[in-house]
């Protein structure tokens, strides 16, 4: 009887052992947010102004652009926070995952997404793990970066693919006001 006793406990401390060294091994990303700092532009500057509807319909352009044709469902809606919902297939069917983001602008003028929730159906999800598992899942383009360790994502709107040769750099944005203000840079002519 004492063999059974000395089995169990073995089995209970492999498993919490790698429970934890799972969850060590999904959040346990070292890379923490740069300090941008904000490179100077050549040309004409130009100042847009959008509302939120706006902002969800550009955010679904780039995101569109960054699934690189991929067929994957999802849409953007903003209101006081930008929510970005998909489905993904699990054992039980389709499970809508929403990530919910309060954005700011850094001194550089790089949009930086604070993750403020994760669901999972109706399971919320710690937003650094999940951040995590979605770091290892995707490829991301070089002009966003996913920190799961402060739970951001920083958009570089400075190495985004935008057409003419044109540069961009965010300088405020306020979703409860629905005011979302961009610097657009005219590169001059040679």
Known sequence: MNI???????????????????????????????????????????????????????????ITKALDGKDVPFSVEVDDLLHLT???????GETDVTMSFAPIVNPAGQIVLEQKAFKAGRLA??????????????????????????EQIIIDLQKAPLENNLHARAK??????????FDVTIPKGE
Do not use: C
């Open 172 to 181: 405020s944005i306020e979703l409860k006001d629905g005011a979302v203000h």
């Open 125 to 150: 999800v710690s937003p650094s793990i999940a951040m995590g598992l979605v770091e290892r899942v995707l490829t991301l383009p070089d002009w966003l970066a996913m920190y799961p360790r402060d």
């Open 4 to 62: 059974w006793k000395y089995a169990f406990f073995t089995l209970v401390l492999v498993l919490v052992g790698g429970a934890g060294a799972a969850y060590y091994a999904i959040t346990a990303s070292g890379e923490r947010a740069p300090v941008a700092v904000a490179q100077p532009m050549d040309g004409f500057d130009v100042t847009l102004a959008t509302s939120n509807e706006e902002l969800e319909q550009v955010a679904s352009h780039f």
């Open 86 to 92: 998909t489905a993904v297939s699990t054992f039980f």
